[in-house]
Nanobody
């Protein structure tokens, strides 16, 4: 079973920074696009940032210029550097990976890590 484990969430003041990490383990032949999603209380889960195996990135308009996603293909990890955090960034952040396994593609999610931006 593929597992995605997030770390790095916490409480930070507005304007501060946090770095999230996601590690992938388990049986797979290839990991395609990986990304970060978030879900605030009472809202739907939304895409924050994604990155392909080749390093092509995509960001939600609300985080462009403040967040940076990066990837280590050898270690099967992704990070999300979050700067200039705002209260509206408060949410549970989830790691996602499209994994090639047993000749098919599967979508896997981490358990989520809470990010709270508050003074």
């Amino acid at each position: 079973q593929v597992q995605l484990v997030e770390s790095g969430g916490g409480l930070v003041q507005p304007g501060g920074s946090l770095r999230l990490s996601c590690a992938t383990s388990g049986p797979f032949s290839r990991i395609n696009t990986m990304g970060w999603y978030r879900q605030a209380l009472g809202t739907q889960r939304e895409m924050v940032a994604t990155i392909t195996t080749g390093g092509i990135t995509d960001y939600a308009d609300s985080v462009k210029g403040r967040f940076t996603i990066s990837r280590d293909n050898a270690k099967h990890t992704i990070d999300l550097q979050m700067n200039s955090l705002k209260s509206e960034d408060t949410a549970v952040y989830y790691c996602n990976a499209e994994v090639a396994q047993y000749g098919d593609l599967f979508d896997y999610w981490g358990q989520g890590t809470q990010v709270t931006v508050s003074s």
